[in-house]
């Protein structure tokens, strides 16, 4: 696994990462929730203007998978289904409870509005390409690439 070491926009919870024709992001966390967490803040703020996205509505999610890596890409799919196939537009997320193989909690968020929430990068999938999860000295880090 070969993390960025360059992470100077840690602040923002994520970073992006050249990949070519897709869009990779390394996410960060204190620890797993909060990497989570971040992975739907992350993925509202690359598809559009995430300042425009209230949280009006909050939708209650269950994941599981079989290791950190897996649960994050299935999570990630989760997330892209209710924006997707409901339209529902994830801005933020509460995690209340994770392991390796299970993740639950709640997003908050609006419904789609195309006048309001202008797409700026479409994301098709989660791909398992060069997917990464670990533990750091620093916390939690997750790298994942999306076809776009």
């Not at 509005?113 to 390409?129: C, F, M, Q, R, S």
Request: hydrophobic share 40%.
């Amino acid at each position: 696994m070969d993390f960025k070491q360059d992470t100077s926009n840690k602040t923002l919870g994520y970073t992006i990462f050249d990949h070519t024709a897709d869009l990779g992001l390394e996410i960060y966390g204190a620890d797993a929730a909060e990497l989570f967490e971040n992975a739907v803040w992350a993925v509202c703020d690359v598809m559009m203007d995430s300042t425009t996205v209230e949280t009006s509505e909050t939708r209650s999610f269950a994941v599981e998978g079989a290791d950190w890596e897996d649960l994050l890409v299935n999570f990630l799919r989760e997330i892209l289904f209710m924006f997707n196939g409901t339209r529902f537009v994830p801005r933020e997320c509460a995690v209340a409870t994770i392991d390796e193989r299970h993740v639950t909690g709640q997003v908050g968020g609006e419904p789609f509005n195309p006048e309001k929430h202008l797409i700026n990068t479409e994301i098709k999938a989660v791909t398992y390409h060069r997917i990464a999860v670990r533990r750091t000295g620093d916390g939690w880090q997750g790298r994942v690439i999306f076809d776009v």
